[in-house]
């Protein structure tokens, strides 16, 4: 997840008593009796906030589990009556039945790559030698449980390609378990790390860098605050208490760090992170005897990543003083002596990777993609071509390499595998998708609409071609705007099964988000929060008064920060929207720095540790604000396993929002079994989450399903 000066005095309601049960005011829906316990009361700088739904954080208690339980029992009872749910359910997992790959990346001699037959829950990794060779399966993760709710995150090959390490989650937790794999024989090694979380595989002769934290206390697994993450080096064939403590800050406890082995094996570079945004740089040359690692920044006001070593070079993105990233030279040895190899654009420098002695470089342009090639130098070789406008969602290159691949998507169009020759120029595909549905019977806009205080925003609008403005069209408008996080013209399966049925499919570029760099994101963070708000409230408004819908006919939509917009937006305009989805979002914004890695989200939010702070989070916290009214139809949804946003946001809001919704529209939420904040999510449970989602949405959008 990732995310804007006024003083503001909140007046809060003193609860009397000790201890209340509330009284449900919506007469068509028989809400659970969620206990108030009025003596939690918190005290900021002077002002009283209370919490009577505090005891819902732990999600370990009974009392929590039977909520939960009762919870669901609600909302599936809602859902199961919808007359059309099974049909979006059959269409849904129809059109996701279609074969799928993604670009492949080199190591050593082989191209590793991941393949889906259609709906296996899992994406399989595969591998083979060069582009002509015979395809063989590497590993399934489909076989490492009976709901497919394992999932591979983080790879590592060592420079032979021999071994593979490689991370899997259970149940969609960020914590990972780490294990080893013999690549041409398939088989396992005894190899087995714990406790694993944010954390790459970087290989080192006969082992590999990685990064913990120690083990948490039993039943607090899921939210307990993570600190003293370490970097460590686990040498093959050995237990994992033996592993070598590599870094640790014993005086900084909420740092996070990680490290990454330059391609030739000569420099050990140690990143550190306090938050989402910004992180120091260290190293150490490997030929030298001195194993400390040498600062390079040691600030975290920017951020840098090492492309590669030049020789005795670093070949560095960073966006400091070029808030939309620049390349630069470095000499580790005296950060001052720098040199400018492809300077600041107009346009965000998303990423560059070398390729046959060339920078091969994506930026984003007005939220779409171009990818230009230059020399060493700097100097610009040419642009590739592109298919058409949209987004190239992965980009592989090898160093010793002229052949590169990437895959190409937009809104409508499945993501397809292209390999480019940077001698020859060519592009030709490699792989290309066959699924039910016909793109060319739809099209997207591109519109730029004034916020509140005049900023124009950029936001995409697809639809079937030829449909009347006649104010009547049922919309479905999401939204992210925070942690530098760019929403870029995705293929998203689950959209096509809306637009079949007449849908206008509206996504907003937020201030907060990284669309136009540096400075766009630090537009909608901390004290500037409100205007990723204000900026998602005019679209909504612009979709209306371009006559696409009504408010009779409108959805949003937003998962992690974008559920906390989507919270807040309906507690500042409930009369805006027809209908809410906020998916895992961060709805307590007084207390989320307490939980898991939740402190790193403060770069964004700012926290309620500081005075100024607090008065601005206060004014915009979606928990803080539901008042005794009536609220849009809300489906909060969220899992049992999530670690990132714990589910504690979602429980406390709902439950508010049931207290005080005025209104005859349903304030349902609905909590996943067995699954995390989103990555790894099976796809068998991808299609029952959006079944729901669709199902809630039509209903109440009065759609019929075609």
């Keep these: 997840m ?238 994992q208490e033996n592993d070598k403590l590599i870094f640790e800050d014993k005086e900084h406890p909420k740092r996070s760090f990680a490290l990454s082995v330059t391609e030739d094996e000569r420099f050990l570079l140690l990143y550190g992170y306090e938050s989402t945004s910004g992180n120091s740089l260290s190293f150490r040359d490997l030929k030298s005897s001195n194993k400390l690692f040498k600062p390079i920044v040691t600030g975290f006001e920017n951020n840098f990543s090492v492309i590669d070593n030049i020789e005795n070079k670093f070949l560095i993105q960073t966006d400091r003083d070029a808030p939309k990233y620049r390349v630069i030279l470095l000499n580790p040895e005296d950060p001052k002596d720098e040199k400018i190899i492809i300077p600041e654009k107009p346009d965000v420098l998303e990423s560059a990777g070398l390729a046959d002695g060339k920078i091969v470089t994506k930026y984003l342009k007005d939220v779409t993609n171009k990818i230009f090639v230059y020399s060493l130098q700097g100097e610009l070789i040419n642009e590739v071509e592109l298919p058409g406008l949209g987004i190239v969602s992965s980009i592989n290159t090898d160093h010793k390499d002229s052949i590169m691949y990437y895959t190409f998507e937009n809104f409508t169009t499945s993501p397809s595998v292209y390999n480019y020759n940077l001698n020859s120029k060519s592009n030709s595909i490699s792989w290309k998708p066959s699924l039910d549905f016909n793109a060319e019977e739809y099209e997207t806009k591109q519109v730029f609409y004034p916020s509140k205080d005049g900023t124009k925003i950029p936001m995409f609008i697809t639809h079937k071609k030829g449909i009347p403005l006649d104010g009547n069209n049922p919309t479905f408008l999401y939204g992210y705007g925070g942690f530098n996080i760019s929403v870029t013209p995705a293929f998203k399966i689950v959209n096509l099964v809306f637009l079949e049925n007449g849908g206008v499919y509206a996504v907003a570029n937020m201030r907060g988000g990284g669309e136009y760099g540096e400075d766009w994101h630090k537009a909608g963070t901390k004290l500037k929060k409100q205007n990723v708000f204000d900026d998602f409230i005019a679209a909504a408004e612009y979709l209306i008064q371009e006559k696409y819908t009504n408010t009779k006919k409108l959805a949003v939509h937003g998962r992690s920060n974008g559920g906390l917009l989507i919270g807040a937006v309906m507690t500042q305009r409930p009369d805006l929207f027809k209908v809410c989805v906020p998916g895992v979002g961060v709805m307590d914004m007084l207390r989320f720095h307490r939980f898991t890695i939740g402190k790193h989200w403060s770069s964004d939010y700012g926290n309620s540790e500081d005075e100024e702070n607090f008065r601005n989070l206060i004014k915009f916290s979606p928990l803080h604000n539901i008042k005794n009214q009536e609220y849009p139809a809300t489906l909060v949804t969220t899992a049992d396993h999530d670690d990132r946003v714990v589910p504690a946001h ?5 439950a508010t929002l049931q207290e005080n919704q005025q209104g005859d529209q349903p304030t349902l939420i609905r909590i996943d079994v067995s699954a995390g904040h989103g990555a790894g999510k099976p796809v068998s449970k991808q299609i029952d989450e959006w079944t729901d989602v669709w199902s809630f949405v039509f209903y109440n959008l009065g759609m019929e399903v075609r």
């Excluded at 919506?26 to 918190?42: C, E, G």
């Excluded at 037959?117 to 395809?135: A, C, R, S």
């Excluded at 979602?650 to 709902?654: G, V």
Aim: hydrophobic fraction near 30%.
């Design 650 to 654: 979602s429980f406390k809001f709902a």
């Design 2 to 239: 990732g995310i804007k000066k006024s003083t503001y005095f909140f007046p809060v309601l003193l609860l009397l008593g000790s201890c209340s049960t509330n009284t449900v005011q919506n007469k068509k829906f028989n809400y659970p009796q969620a206990r108030k316990d009025s003596t939690v009361i918190d005290d900021y700088f002077g002002t009283k906030v209370p919490d009577p739904y505090r005891w819902l954080e732990d999600d370990n208690s009974e009392e929590t589990k039977n909520w939960v339980k009762d919870e669901n029992a609600i909302t599936f009872s809602y859902l199961d009556k919808i007359p059309f749910r099974n049909k979006i359910k059959e269409r849904l997992t129809k059109i996701w039945n279609y074969p799928k790959e993604t670009a492949p990346f080199k190591k050593g001699p082989y191209l590793f790559y991941y393949k889906n037959d259609g709906i296996q829950n899992q994406n399989v990794l595969y591998f083979k030698k060069g582009e002509g060779g015979e395809p063989k399966l590497l590993l399934d993760p489909n076989t490492l449980s009976k709901d497919g709710t394992v999932s591979l995150g983080t790879l590592g090959i060592d420079k032979t390609a021999k071994y593979l390490g490689y991370s899997i989650s259970r149940a969609g937790s960020d914590w990972n378990e780490i294990f080893v794999m013999n690549i041409e024989t398939g088989s396992q090694l005894e190899d087995h790390l714990n406790w694993v979380k944010f954390s790459g595989i970087s290989w080192l002769g006969d082992g590999f860098y990685y990064s913990r934290f120690e083990q948490t206390k039993k039943g607090g697994e899921l939210s307990q605050a993570n600190e003293n993450h370490r970097v460590y080096f686990h040498r093959l064939g050995t237990k």
